[in-house]
């Protein structure tokens, strides 16, 4: 049995073609070519799948390379150099048909101007396919870097991680990292930035939590006895100085984390949000929970001087929970919190049963694309009412 064909760019008519008679209505003009279907006898409905890409018109998929990726225990994702997107499949009622050499319009010969003549190609089709592969932006699945990296901290001289990191297998690199997250690698190198993850011996690191803290207290103690502005402090001169006791990677690595490099890089000012935010955090951990007042006073005497803190600089770092005497600060991180939506928004109502617009944002925000629909993840998840001018959200019943 054979089917409908398409006729070249040369002729103006519609026809059917029907166990090898070909119907038409219309005039046509010389040098006519046809292509007709014949379902071959090795035809099979075909399990394979066919992928429907992203819109060539998005500036992410312009110009790309496409890539599968994933562990062997994941679902499988596609990702172009900036944006992941899922793979999902689907049923179309428009089944489409593979044939081996087959031509486009543009590509039959137009053949001799000066005789009318029409051109029968036949072209065998060999399977059907009535489903294929949908591919969906998502936002990519990233805390596998962070929780790779936390088994190979950086720590004291560094000699364990060095040892480790020395071994080729064990380095951790951008090419290791693009064969097992799932994730484009601008989602990555970016992602990689905001954990403050930094290369030494080759591999990716990150710096113990108390051994930044002496890092850092080193680095400040230079700069109060050198009495440098806080705003403009020389970085060679911190490296060279403090080299003996750490590493020049882990000395640079420090004053970038906590500082901003200027113009020539020659120079950087320390980050006083960022500083206040390490020596919470400091407090907040050894304690776990404490009363709101007392966390504040210890705090506000721990940071450097005249820096002010302001719990503005915690977030995503803690909750408060308020009783009838005070209130108490608890350590609260989002590295607790699951990837899956549903589990992290179930835990997070476990924790404290209503939060403001303030408060959930930052422990959703890495879920959502932007603004818009940030607010659509939490309204689908949880119900919102006003109480004193103030809006809060609580868990669907």
Request: with cysteine; hydrophobic share 40%.
């Amino acid at each position: 049995m054979s089917l409908s064909t398409i006729p070249s760019k040369h002729a103006a008519l519609f026809f059917i073609i029907l166990r090898k008679n070909v119907i038409f209505s219309s005039f046509f003009r010389r040098n006519i070519s046809i292509l007709k279907f014949n379902f071959s006898h090795q035809f099979r409905e075909e399990k394979k799948n066919v992928p429907r890409c992203p819109s060539p018109s998005s500036p992410s998929v312009a110009c790309f390379r496409l890539t599968i990726r994933g562990d062997t225990s994941d679902n499988a994702v596609l990702c172009t150099f900036d944006k992941t997107y899922e793979l999902k499949q689907a049923i179309t009622s428009n089944s489409l048909l593979l044939a081996p050499d087959l031509l486009l319009p543009t590509q039959i010969p137009d053949g001799d101007a000066e005789n009318e003549s029409i051109t029968v190609r036949s072209v065998k089709v060999f399977s059907a396919i009535h489903d294929y592969v949908e591919a969906r932006p998502i936002q990519p699945r990233l805390r596998r870097i962070k929780e790779l990296l936390q088994r190979r901290l950086f720590s004291t001289d560094g000699s364990a991680a060095a040892a480790s990191a020395a071994r080729a297998d064990d380095k951790v690199t951008l090419d290791s990292l693009l064969n097992g997250v799932q994730a484009s690698q601008a989602e990555i190198v970016a992602y990689l930035e905001k954990i403050e993850a930094f290369v030494i011996d080759g591999s990716w690191t990150l710096l113990d939590f108390d051994y930044t803290t002496t890092v850092l207290e080193h680095v400040l103690d230079l700069i109060d006895e050198n009495s440098w502005s806080s705003d403009c402090i020389p970085l060679e001169e911190v490296v060279d100085t403090l080299e003996s006791i750490h590493r020049r990677e882990v000395l640079r690595h420090v004053c970038r984390v906590f500082g901003h490099l200027e113009q020539d890089e020659t120079h950087f000012g320390l980050n006083k949000s960022r500083v206040c935010r390490h020596y919470g955090e400091l407090i907040l951990r050894s304690a776990g929970r404490m009363h709101l007042g007392e966390f504040l006073e210890c705090w506000q005497q721990s940071a450097p001087k005249p820096m002010a803190t302001s719990l503005d600089d915690l977030q995503g770092l803690f909750l408060i929970e308020e009783t009838n005497v005070s209130k108490l600060i608890e350590y609260f991180s989002l590295d607790q919190l699951s990837e899956n939506i549903d589990e992290r928004m179930a835990l997070l109502f476990k924790k404290k049963a209503r939060w403001t617009m303030s408060e959930i944002k930052c422990y959703v925000d890495d879920l959502a694309e932007d603004a818009a629909s940030l607010i659509t993840l939490i309204s689908k998840h949880s119900r919102s009412y006003l109480e004193n001018g103030q809006r809060y959200f609580c868990l669907k019943k």
